[in-house]
């Protein structure tokens, strides 16, 4: 897939960040959606060895909305927090919240002007309070994507593989084909009944009106638009010390002919000069990166390290038709080399957040528990401990 126009011609600028005192570690983390909102515990995380961060987020809001101090602090305190039960049973780990996933960013700032009867200044000052507020929470990093309208896409949610577990699946014929309405359809049919990041109903609401707003919207306008948003917004983020990851595009190549710009290693580095600051970085997905065969994840890992605030490490299996299905955590299960990209993180000494992505549906996962798709107990726990595993070997030898 071609470069969109004006993404070619890479001058990304590395910024240098030295601290020689302090050991060279990542935290692992596991998403989780909140009580009533997640088929998982905090107390089955609790559970899974090596885990130290919550990537949690307050996921009735809306894009756009303001997030009130309260109900951050309350979403803090019973992440960070142990409860009487839990206490008297002996139980005394705990983990922090440092990372949000997501602060949804509103349609008027992707498309620069009102929009679902917001404009682009409201929607960025309601950003800006919202990141002030974490940031007095405690929270180190935010993440977010600016793809237009949806935020993934995948064909098939439990598509069936070999060894009978189940997983997240895109056919590109299928797609080819298929309208964004059909496709809205079927996502909505398949979910469980657990509402998905980035196809909320109410964003879906309002699917006709975004998608003529973006008629006629080039590459070009949304990294102008983008410079503006990251302008506003990356003062307040160095005020507070919060630091901004944005998600690669998911899959990394446009879509419906809606431009995404957070699509090649070119398009990462366009983005990462829109603003000289080291607090507007990214969430390296690996796996949404790694979508398109051509792409390169280890060198991606090693080219952006010093701007790479969270990474999100995964596998892929590609299929020659353009097809993909994502597998377990091994390097040898897919396509992507997650191997090589622990030991890209431990070679530079990277002190940043990682979590396990998208995991398989496993055992009674695909039947009894019908947790969110890719958002299951087992692959995700079975994943951290491959990925810490590497991480301690190529660690430890660096030492």
């Not at 060279?24 to 009533?36: L, P, Q």
């Not at 993440?143 to 993934?152: A, H, K, L, Q």
């Not at 009944?193 to 707003?213: I, K, M, Q, V, Y």
């Not at 010390?241 to 580095?269: M, T, Y």
Request: include cysteine; glycine fraction near 8%; aromatic fraction near 10%.
């Amino acid at each position: 897939m071609p470069d969109p126009p004006g993404g070619s011609g890479m001058m990304y600028t590395r910024a240098v960040i030295q601290d020689d005192d302090e050991e060279y570690t990542v935290k692992m983390g596991f998403r989780w959606y909140g009580d009533g909102n997640d088929t998982v515990t905090l107390d089955q995380v609790r559970q899974i060895p090596g885990v130290e961060t919550i990537v949690w987020s307050l996921h009735h809001k809306q894009a756009g909305e303001v997030w009130e101090q309260a109900e951050i602090d309350a979403e803090v305190a019973r992440i960070t927090g142990l409860s009487d039960d839990a206490r008297a049973q002996g139980v005394t780990r705990t983990f922090d919240a440092e990372v949000v996933e997501s602060v949804n960013v509103h349609e008027s700032i992707k498309l620069g002007r009102t929009v679902l009867g917001m404009s682009r200044d409201e929607a960025i000052a309601n950003y800006i309070t919202t990141i002030e507020r974490l940031g007095r929470a405690g929270v180190k990093v935010v993440c977010y994507n600016f793809m237009p309208v949806f935020d993934w896409l995948r064909t098939d949610l439990w598509h069936p593989l070999p060894d009978g577990s189940t997983a997240l699946y895109y056919e590109k014929a299928v797609v080819d084909k298929m309208s964004p309405e059909s496709l809205i359809a079927d996502m909505e049919a398949n979910t469980h009944g657990l509402t998905l990041p980035g196809w909320e109903p109410e964003r879906l609401a309002s699917f006709h009106e975004l998608n003529e707003a973006y008629v006629g919207v080039t590459h070009d306008d949304m990294y102008a638009n983008y410079k503006y948003f990251l302008d506003a917004v990356i003062p307040t983020c160095e005020e507070y010390d919060v630091k901004l990851g944005v998600h690669p595009d998911d899959p990394p190549f446009d879509v419906f002919g809606w431009p995404r710009v957070v699509s090649s290693k070119e398009g990462l580095a366009r983005v990462l000069d829109l603003h000289p600051s080291p607090h507007h970085g990214l969430t390296l997905c690996l796996g949404s990166f790694s979508a398109n065969p051509e792409h390169d994840a280890v060198d991606a890992v090693r080219t952006f390290m010093d701007r790479i605030h969270f990474s999100h490490v995964r596998n892929i299996k590609h299929f020659e038709n353009g097809d993909f299905t994502e597998v377990a955590h091994r390097a040898s299960e897919g396509s992507v080399d997650t191997t090589g990209i622990m030991k890209a993180y431990a070679e530079a000494g990277y002190q940043g957040y990682i979590r396990p992505d998208h995991g398989r549906h496993l055992w009674d996962e695909n039947t009894t528990n019908k947790p969110r798709p890719g958002y299951g107990l087992y692959d995700r726990a079975l994943g951290i401990q491959y990925l810490l595993g590497a991480w301690d070997a190529f660690h430890y030898q660096q030492g």
